[in-house]
């Protein structure tokens, strides 16, 4: 069974003594702080064309390329066994017979993971050398000199071998921290059935969506008609970034430097948000919904369209999820808007590798990291634990692609990552979860929703703090 574990989600905020300590590290000031195959997808900082490489990967790494020690840090992937950690790092090692790895095993909270790696690397441990760590930290991580700028040493043709969206998201200050390991997004779900009972296509627009909803919950068939994740937390902004993204909008300006959320596009999202619970099709308690309350009302039957991540296919598919919708359950790409492409974006979870700026022997990282990310373990992630690979050759293989539904379609989905390229991001995601929650209980309009996050984003990141 997969770990759910949503990157990006801040159970809690890092404590204030940790921060600190990275602050004292970058010389910063404390401050409290989850298409493949198409075009990149509108970043959330407009800077979504896939790859940046500042210094073109012709820095030359210290240590030994084909020998030596590494220890590398990873939280686990699944809950069943083989660990698929243990069994890429014995596929490496055949590769690779002179250097040896050894794992580490990480907390599966990410805040707790992130907060050991700041104590850890700020006071100059060289150990780990390798760590798998979210993908919202690069600018974070980068900015306090936590993790090695990996453009400096790989070029650009490695770089434009991932997905459109992932290595923008990656990006700080025109450098790449993070490798892209494995991912998540979002997916639509739907009833199999009850469309046909209906008639219904699968919507490829949010407005066919809403209607479709609509129409199956008021013929009595479902509770609900589409159910999501609007509380006000980590997940809303996950959530809002695909309706901004479908709707061609974005968070920031290209520099990351001043806020475009309040914008036509910006409007267009937040206004559809708010109506899919004022037309009944989303129920009114979807304000305090996560994923998990989202998942159990679409797998006990009470719903008929899902948005989630791609661990709902296989809760769906589980009768002692529970799930009674075993066998009735499709998956697609996300609708878009009229008049934008289609389909529309998906929001990036999921996974990266990053090198400790303290490591010895950077050269082997560099080794590990590219065997990591390359055909051999990105085919092993998708075909024997249902991960779903960064690059876009092994994406659109038949080996991934054949293994479920939600593998079939994700060459044919399009990406954008959260508006993570600033250090601030955690300010940035408060601001528009906070924000558009209200907008979403009917606190406040959209358009003043969308102004006060702009403020308030503005304000983080006009600051200098992490």
């Known amino acids: 069974m997969k770990t759910v574990r949503i990157s990006g989600r801040r159970r809690r905020s890092v404590q204030a003594a940790v921060v600190c300590a990275v602050a ?10 989850t298409s493949s195959s198409g075009s990149a997808a509108a970043s959330g900082s407009a800077a979504a064309s896939g790859s940046a490489t500042a210094a073109g990967g012709s820095a030359s790494a210290s240590g030994n390329a084909t020998s030596g020690n590494i220890t590398w840090w990873a939280s686990p992937i699944t ?74 040493y790989l070029p650009s043709s490695y770089w434009s071998s991932f997905a459109p969206g992932l290595v923008s998201g990656a990006t700080y200050n025109g450098q790449v921290y993070g ?20 008639g219904l296509s699968v919507p490829t627009t949010w407005e066919q969506l809403e209607a479709d909803a609509v129409k199956i919950k008021d013929a009595g068939l479902t509770k609900y008609g589409f159910v999501w994740q609007g509380d006000s937390y980590e997940g809303l902004t996950c959530d809002f970034m695909e309706y901004l993204g479908s709707a061609g909008g974005s968070v920031l300006n290209s520099g990351n430097t001043a806020a475009t959320i309040d914008s036509a596009a910006g409007v267009r999202a937040a206004t559809f948000m708010r109506s899919l619970i004022t037309s009944g099709a989303s129920p009114a308690a979807v304000t305090t919904f996560q994923e998990g309350q989202a998942m159990s009302a679409f797998a006990t039957g009470q719903a008929a369209f899902l948005r989630n991540w791609d661990y709902a296919w296989s809760y769906s598919q589980t009768k002692s999820s529970p799930s009674t919708v075993v066998g009735d359950v499709g998956v697609s790409p996300l609708p878009s808007f009229p008049g934008q492409p289609s389909p529309g974006t998906s929001n990036i979870g999921g996974w990266n590798l990053y090198v400790n700026p303290h490591s010895k022997n950077i050269a082997a990282d560099i080794t590990f990291i590219k065997w990591m990310t390359g055909t051999a373990a990105e085919t092993i992630l998708g075909s024997q634990f249902s991960e779903i690979p960064t690059l876009t050759s092994v994406r659109g293989s038949s080996a991934v692609e054949s293994k479920n539904p939600v593998l079939a379609i994700v060459s044919k989905t399009r990406l954008i990552p959260r508006p993570a390229q600033t250090p601030q991001y955690a300010k940035v995601s408060q601001a528009i979860y906070t924000n558009i929650n209200s907008m979403l209980s009917g606190a406040v309009s959209p358009s003043a929703a969308l102004s006060a996050a702009a403020s308030q984003i503005n304000s983080a990141v006009s600051s200098s703090g992490l």
């Not at 004292?24 to 702080?33: H, L, N, P, R, T």
């Not at 083989?82 to 805040?111: C, G, M």
């Not at 490798?179 to 209906?198: M, T």
Request: glycine share 6%; with cysteine; aromatic share 10%.
């Open 179 to 198: 490798a892209p390991f494995f991912e998540d997004q979002g997916f639509l779900y739907y009833r199999k059935d009850l469309l046909a009972k209906e």
């Open 79 to 152: 809950t069943s066994t083989p660990d698929p950690r243990v069994v890429l790092i014995d596929a490496f090692e055949k590769a690779y017979p002179n250097i040896h790895v050894t794992l580490q095993s990480a907390p599966t909270d990410t805040d707790t993971n992130r907060s050991s790696l700041i104590t850890t690397i700020s006071g100059g441990a060289s150990s780990p050398d390798v760590y798998m760590g979210d993908v919202i930290w690069p600018a974070q991580f980068g900015k306090a000199g936590l993790a090695v700028p990996l453009s400096s």
């Open 24 to 33: 004292a590290f970058a010389a910063a000031a404390c401050s409290s702080g």
